[in-house]
């Protein structure tokens, strides 16, 4: 079955601290894999997608990994900003599925403490 | 930029009722999708549409309708709401497939 799930459900850290958000996915075949900021009562936006030959993606300070072999994905996110409080959603798409089969993770909800 | 943008943002229903959430996008994108967010889930994709005149379900279709009749709009239908509707509805577009999903601000529904 195709899953995608992410750890941990909900994060605190302290402004200008550093944080890694965990993906793991059992989708296949892959086509990308995407992650999504979330601000609260707002639709998700996209921050990075990565496609099977990516290791690693950077926006700004929201940098991507991927490592296809073991099917796992981190988002680092550096210098936390209050602004960061947010939820992160890990997001698959698998290939060659049906139109529109992008497979959503429950997402990470952090919080960043002033 | 509009972007993509969702009417209306807040309903309440009793159930039975039908209402039409109206979704826009000024993107020029072929690609719409309507997904709901229920608490302690990922997003569901309820219908998409791969084009103008086209639509498709997805995962959670039943109790809802759709129509592309313009390439820019993309309506999601509930005929006779029920409680398990209540739900956050976002609407999507893309350009492409396998390209980033630009989302709307979402459309909170309560049913009661």
């Known amino acids: 079955k195709n899953q995608v799930e992410q750890s941990p459900q909900s994060l605190i850290i302290l402004e200008g601290k550093n944080c890694t958000l965990q993906c793991n996915y059992t989708v296949s075949p892959f086509s990308n894999l995407r992650w999504y900021k979330q601000d609260t009562g707002r639709g998700p936006v996209s921050l990075t997608i990565?496609?099977?030959?990516?290791n690693t993606k950077s926006n700004g300070r929201y940098t991507a990994t991927l490592d296809a072999d073991t099917k796992q994905s981190s988002l680092h996110i550096t210098a936390s900003q209050l602004s960061d409080s947010a939820s992160y959603i890990c997001v698959v798409r698998n290939y060659g599925g049906s139109q529109g089969n992008l497979i959503f993770g429950k997402g990470t909800k952090l919080s960043v403490k002033p | 930029n509009a972007g993509v943008t969702q009417t209306p943002k807040f309903r309440v229903l009793k159930t039975g009722q039908s209402m039409t959430l109206l979704c826009a996008q000024d993107m020029n994108h072929e690609y719409m999708y309507w997904y709901r967010q229920d608490p302690g889930m990922g997003l569901r994709l309820i219908h998409y549409s791969v084009g103008e005149g086209t639509t498709a379900k997805g995962e959670v279709p039943d109790g809802y309708n759709v129509s592309r009749l313009k390439k820019q709009n993309f309506l999601l239908g509930l005929e006779s709401a029920a409680p398990s509707q209540t739900s956050v509805y976002f609407c999507?577009?893309?350009?492409?497939?396998?390209?980033?999903?630009?989302f709307g601000q979402g459309t909170r529904l309560t049913v009661v």
């Open positions: 999507a577009s893309s350009y492409e497939e396998i390209t980033e999903a630009f």
């Open positions: 990565m496609t099977f030959s990516e």
